[in-house]
């Protein structure tokens, strides 16, 4: 069996690319909706200054909204994704830290957020959870090129990781 086509290869990047489009605005969306809730999940891990908690609360929702639309057109593709990466990361970090030190928050990923019983807790799960959607993201770094996106369209052809159009 030979390796897979190049347009197979961009089937599964698209359907990667808008999989992780439709988690960010999801995502995003739900806490835009919500403001305070964000606030309140991100005021629960205990990591930040208070004075930052606002900006960060206030922030996260419309960068994941945003990744999200830019991922839905398909437009900087790979940027995106390395956004993605670094914003995965620190979610998976802030979660692992709030595992470790014994707090018992829902992570407010999808929603909701702050202190909850210690049976209502799902740690693992929302760490496994996260490094899937990292695992998407790091697809994309690697092969941005995807079927009906902006940057196929604006250059003629997405680039792949050889710089082969």
Request: with cysteine.
């Amino acid at each position: 069996m030979g390796r897979p086509s190049v347009r197979a290869l961009d089937g599964v990047g698209t359907v990667v690319r808008l999989g992780l489009a439709a988690v960010w605005l999801v995502s995003g969306a739900i806490k835009v909706a919500d403001l305070n809730q964000a606030y309140v999940a991100v005021l629960a891990y205990d990591v930040l200054p208070a004075s930052v908690v606002g900006v960060v609360a206030a922030g996260v929702p419309f960068l994941e909204v945003a990744l999200g639309a830019l991922l839905l057109v398909g437009l900087g593709t790979r940027v995106v994704a390395a956004v993605s990466v670094v914003v995965l990361v620190a979610f998976v970090a802030a979660v692992a830290q709030a595992w470790a030190r014994g707090l018992t928050i829902d992570c407010g990923c999808f929603g909701g957020g702050g202190q909850v019983s210690a049976a209502e807790t799902n740690y693992p799960w929302e760490i496994a959870r996260d490094v899937g959607f990292l695992a998407l993201a790091g697809w994309l770094v690697a092969r941005p090129r995807t079927l009906l996106s902006l940057d196929g369209w604006l250059t003629g052809a997405s680039v792949d990781t050889q710089g082969r159009t």
